[in-house]
Nanobody
Framework: QLQLVESGGGLVQPGGSLRLSCAAS????????MGWFRQAPGKEREGVSC????????AYADSVKGRFTISRDNAKNTVYLQLSSLKPEDTAIYYC??????????????????WGQGTQVTVSS
């Protein structure tokens, strides 16, 4: 059974940092593009950042470029999202997704077939 489990969310002050993790089980990440989406209250889910199977290509939403960094460790079957210089508008539930045989850019446009349960990120003073 394919499963993604996110962790690392929490409450942080504006300007602060967090690192989100997404651990996969039931399959190997080697053949999957991976990505992070987020959904704020009253808004649609949006692609935040995605990474290709081997990590050579990445994609970022304009709103997070220069502040967020996606990475992956296939040996640990885990994908990370480093959030820095956080703003109140980054407050959302962050979801991890996996998509086989696709590109980072395509995954961020549509999402994958497998999703995690989400982790809450709240940016507030």
């Amino acid at each position: 059974q394919l499963q993604l489990v996110e962790s690392g969310g929490g409450l942080v002050q504006p300007g602060g940092s967090l690192r989100l993790s997404c651990a996969a089980s039931g399959f190997t990440l080697d053949y999957y593009a991976m990505g992070w989406f987020r959904q704020a209250p009253g808004k649609e889910r949006e692609g935040v950042s995605c990474i290709s199977t081997r990590g050579g290509r990445t994609a970022y939403a304009d709103s997070v470029k220069g502040r967020f960094t996606i990475s992956r460790d296939n040996a640990k079957n885990t994908v990370y999202l480093q959030l820095s210089s956080l703003k109140p508008e980054d407050t959302a539930i962050y979801y991890c997704t996996a998509g086989p045989r696709t590109t980072a850019q395509a995954l961020c446009a549509t999402g994958g077939g497998t999703w995690g349960q989400g982790t809450q990120v709240t940016v507030s003073s």
